[in-house]
Each structure stands twice: as C-alpha cells, then as structure tokens.
T-cell receptor, first 116, second 112 residues
C-alpha cells in the first residue's frame, strides 16, 4: 500500500546534538512538507519542497535544515541552534505542490522529539 | 500571512450529541479540507470541498463550503467515543499559493 512513513516514532536528544528525522513516501507525490506541532499551536510549517533538489523555508525554519535528493525522501535535521526543539513533528506530501488538488495533503504518523 | 480562524478551540460533549465547528477567513479560498488527528498520530483527511456552496457528507460527518468562499463548517452527528481527537480545517488560497493554510484545530472530547 502507498503511504508516507516517518521514523522513528519517538526520539530523544541531548542538548547540543543534531538529530535527523526521516520521512519517506511511495505515493509518487511531487511536494513534501515538514510541520511542527505544539499543544494549542496548531501546525506550523518548517520547510517544504515542490521538486527534487529544491526546497523553501516555511514560517519557522530557524534551527532546522532539510534536503531533497530523492523524490521519495525529505529528511529534517533539527540542529543545536533550535532553542526549543521538543515537539511533535509531522511530514506530509501532496500531488504537484498545489496542496489541495484532488486529495489534499497525506500526513505521516509523526515523530515525537524530546530533548533531555 | 493568511490565517484561518477555527472555532471553538475545544469542545466537551456527551456521547450521542451533535457537534458543529467552523473556520472563517478574511480571504477567499479555492478549496476547503477537514482533517482529524487522533492522539499521537498524523491528521487524516475526512472531507474535501471544491466548490462554493458544496455540501458533502461522509458517514456521520457533513461539511459545507461557504457561499462567500471565506468559510466552512463541519458537523458530526450522534457522536461516539472514537470521535475524540483534534479536527483541523485547511484551505487552499485563491491566489494560487501552493501551500495549504491550516486552522489551529478544535479539540473534541466525548464523554461516554
């Protein structure tokens, strides 16, 4: 079955360390997105990519980095520069980068990152 | 940037009650979507609306695309405990922006 997979489900990081969250999709979607979710804050866009080897900053990109070397993969690195990294991270993908055409975004099941 | 105002922020209801939530914006949207997020999981698409005035049902869920294209509502009839979760509205701006705009969510609690 086609879908979008995030791993790991739970991740613990020591302060000052970088950590990379994985996101893989086999839906043949062009666009991929990373969101951060904090209680009561809704979904905040970190980075998005509409095509391989290209990506743009979202609303809260500081302290994060991404790469899009393959259509299927869009890993997110949380760097030590991110001052408050503890959150629930969601990856999503969509057809042709226009978001809501036909089916909207498909989300992964999320990664909960905790800084210890 | 564009914003969606989603209300209410949270709801506490008894099993069997009907639920209504809505999203409004000062901008026009081409498409409205409603998602549900179970605790600890990613949001799942419930209903997609593509035309102003469109009324669409999915089981006990009914959603409408406002005629002004600036609002949408979601109704849940005869709620059950598994309806618990956070419901998000999302819209695609008319200007052709590629990214969806999300509301902040309505957290629903259903008491058995």
């Amino acid at each position: 079955d086609g879908g979008i997979t995030q791993s790991p489900k739970y991740l613990f990081r020591k302060e000052g360390q970088n950590v990379t969250l994985s996101c893989e999709q086999n839906l043949n979607h062009d666009a991929m997105y990373w969101y951060r979710q904090d209680p009561g804050q809704g979904l905040r866009l970190i980075y998005y990519s509409q095509i391989v080897n290209d990506f743009q900053k979202g609303d809260i990109a500081e302290g994060y980095s991404v790469s899009r070397e393959k259509k299927e993969s869009f890993p997110l690195t949380v760097t030590s520069a991110q001052k408050n990294p503890t959150a629930f991270y969601l990856c999503a993908s969509s057809i042709d980068g226009r978001g809501a055409k036909d089916y909207g975004y498909t989300f992964g099941s999320g990664t909960r990152l905790t800084v210890v | 940037g564009q914003q969606l105002n989603q209300s209410p922020q949270s709801m506490f209801i008894q099993e069997g009650e009907d639920v209504s939530m809505n999203c409004t914006s000062s901008s026009i949207f081409n498409t409205w979507l409603w998602y549900k997020q179970d605790p600890g999981e990613g949001p799942v698409l419930l209903i997609a609306l593509y035309k102003a005035g469109e009324l669409t049902s999915n089981g006990r869920l009914t959603a409408q695309f406002g005629i002004t294209r600036k609002d949408s509502f979601l109704n849940i009839s005869a709620s059950i405990p598994s309806d618990v979760g956070i419901y998000f509205c999302a819209g695609q701006p008319r200007g052709g922006s590629e990214k969806l705009v999300f509301g902040k969510g309505t957290k629903l609690t259903v008491n058995p």
